[in-house]
């Protein structure tokens, strides 16, 4: 590679990275988080799921209950498992009965708890993991905006990532062996931010181009709708397999009710290890009512083994049948695939433990590709001005970026001693405890204050989670592992590794910072 077209590749990666890093590390950070959403959402609410990916229901009783609360007869009723939580959602579509009131008549949607048969609106059973999971696709802004910018920033970093490893490629090998502690600072980053890139390169690449693929798509299928399909965006999304079929509405009442669970069942028996998370209803109590029961095998048999089977409720017969035991199609392929490696889920939880590990791994060479920025541009041949302007703008981003560890952690806390804390507390406390921590390191004037207090604070606090759990819910450890709260469990035992993790760095510093000294 010639000295013009290095240089040129060099300066795209420093300023793509430069740009986006805030935004980025937000992301890296909340989403290591989000992979234990369900985990999380589980531990605050003091639930527990025995079997995931599966709705655990009795079916006939449910919509039996339905019924007695409001008329069901006519709608569409779809039933689905987004999380490995106790609630499920469900969501009835407006009533094809003409001689129903507009309001009787409305579409609705709830969460149905599985085991208390209690029901919640999104915003009562909101959880901080959803929170969490939200915030790391800036779900929190106006829609759509918060998706668009996260895809753009996915995009940015997909760039920053291919132009970093052109960049270093001719010395990739020997430099990833290369680490000198005891040199000058700037090349203690360059080692560190090269050698912890090339280990997460794979990660951190999937994640940009599945996250680009995610938030951006709408903006990619808006041109073929117009180009291909004359603007008709339904017969997209049809052919694209995100719609339902339609059936007709025959306004004549079934003479004998169907049973569910045994339609249910029958998916079961057919496909070995198939687990059922969605059933969608179509014209309750109708002769035109059918029923599509629909999920995926166990990911240890086929990482993407999604079918379904659709019900002529009126005569019992298949109208139709998605194999999930065949070879998967390429449509199926590139949607299920996709998902899985963004979501990590097929893996159970050494999967995900090792890409919160290389969530938190991206952070930091995030972090050491602004600090390789700083101390690049710390020469004497730079004027003071622009030196002071420099060290503002990294003095920000660590601020901004490090207060987040310390505010999740407290979070944590708040939702067990205010439970449930809702959306709207939790929305004051993190956003107005982060914008107050900012304001406070950015004040303190200090990188290497900001860098290990947030560490040893939110590491303090981190220990304090259990304990708080256990005094707020009697969910103490030795009680969660007895009886199996796996879910519980995990968190609590997450926190407190995290913590010591994060002491035993607090006291690296501590011994660095004593050596500079009596160097000095």
Same mark, same amino acid.
């Given at each position: ?280 209803? %179509?014209?309750? =109590?109708?002769? #035109?009512?059918? @029923?599509?029961? !629909? $999920?995926? /095998? ?5 990482? &993407? ?50 890409? %919160?590990?290389? =969530?938190?791994? #991206?952070?930091? @060479?995030?972090? !050491? $590709?602004? /600090? ?5 541009? &710390? ?53 107005? =405890? ?72 607090? =006291? ?13």
């Amino acid at each position: 590679m010639n000295k013009r077209t290095y240089n040129i590749l060099f300066h795209l990666h420093t300023v793509s990275g430069i740009v986006i890093s805030v935004a980025l590390y937000v992301i890296f950070f909340t989403g290591s988080f989000a992979f234990f959403r369900d985990e999380i959402a589980n531990w605050e609410r003091g639930h527990t799921v025995e079997v995931a990916e599966e709705i655990q229901l009795n079916f006939d009783e449910t919509f039996q209950e339905m019924s007695n609360k409001k008329s069901i007869y006519s709608r569409d009723i779809e039933l689905k498992h987004y999380y490995n939580e106790q609630n499920i959602g469900v969501n009835l579509g407006a009533s094809k009965d003409t001689l129903l009131s507009k309001e009787k008549a409305a579409r609705s949607f709830y969460y149905l708890n599985t085991k208390d048969k209690t029901t919640t609106d999104y915003v009562s059973s909101y959880s901080l993991g959803e929170f969490l999971y939200r915030l790391h696709f800036f779900a929190q802004l106006p829609h759509p905006f918060g998706y668009y910018l996260s895809g753009f920033v996915a995009f940015f970093f997909l760039f920053a990532l291919i132009t970093g490893i052109v960049v270093h490629w001719d010395k990739i090998i020997s430099n990833f062996y290369v680490f000198r502690p005891m040199t000058k600072l700037k090349t203690v980053w360059t080692d560190a931010h090269t050698a912890l890139g090339v280990i997460g390169f794979p990660f951190q690449f999937i994640y940009a181009v599945t996250g680009t693929f995610f938030m951006l798509k709408m903006l990619l299928i808006a041109p073929t709708a117009l180009a291909l399909y004359d603007g008709d965006d339904k017969k997209l999304y049809e052919d694209l397999e995100y719609t339902h079929p339609e059936f007709e509405f025959e306004n004549t009442p079934l003479e004998n009710p169907v049973s569910i669970n045994a339609l249910v069942k029958q998916v079961k028996e057919n496909w070995k290890g198939f687990k059922v998370n969605e059933v969608h209803i %179509f014209n309750y =109590g109708d002769t #035109g009512m059918h @029923v599509s029961v !629909s $999920g995926n /095998l166990n990911y240890k048999d086929k990482i &993407n083994g999604y079918g379904y089977t659709i019900f002529n409720a009126a005569d019992n017969s298949i109208h139709s049948v998605k194999d999930p035991t065949k070879k998967t199609s390429y449509l199926d392929t590139v949607k299920g695939i996709f998902y899985r490696l963004h979501l990590g889920d097929y893996g159970g939880y050494g999967l995900r433990i090792i890409s %919160f590990i290389l =969530g938190l791994i #991206g952070c930091f @060479v995030i972090l !050491s $590709g602004v /600090l390789i920025w700083l101390t690049a541009r &710390n020469k004497k041949n730079i004027p003071p001005k622009k030196k002071k302007f420099n060290e503002a703008v990294v003095r920000y981003y660590l601020a901004i970026c490090l207060s987040l560890y310390p505010i999740t952690a407290l979070s944590f806390v708040l939702v067990q001693v205010i439970n449930p804390a809702g959306m709207s507390l939790l929305y004051k406390f993190y956003f107005i =405890g982060w914008l107050m921590l900012i304001i406070i390191l950015i004040l303190k004037k200090d990188n290497y204050f900001t860098n290990k207090y947030t560490l040893l604070s939110g590491s303090i606090i981190g220990l304090t989670i259990p304990i708080v759990n256990g005094i707020c819910t009697g969910n103490w450890i030795w009680v969660s592992y007895a009886k199996g709260y796996d879910q519980i469990l995990f968190i609590d035992v997450f926190w407190i590794v995290l913590s010591i993790v994060g002491l035993l760095i607090v =006291g690296k510093l501590n011994v660095n910072e004593k050596n500079k000294k009596s160097k000095n």
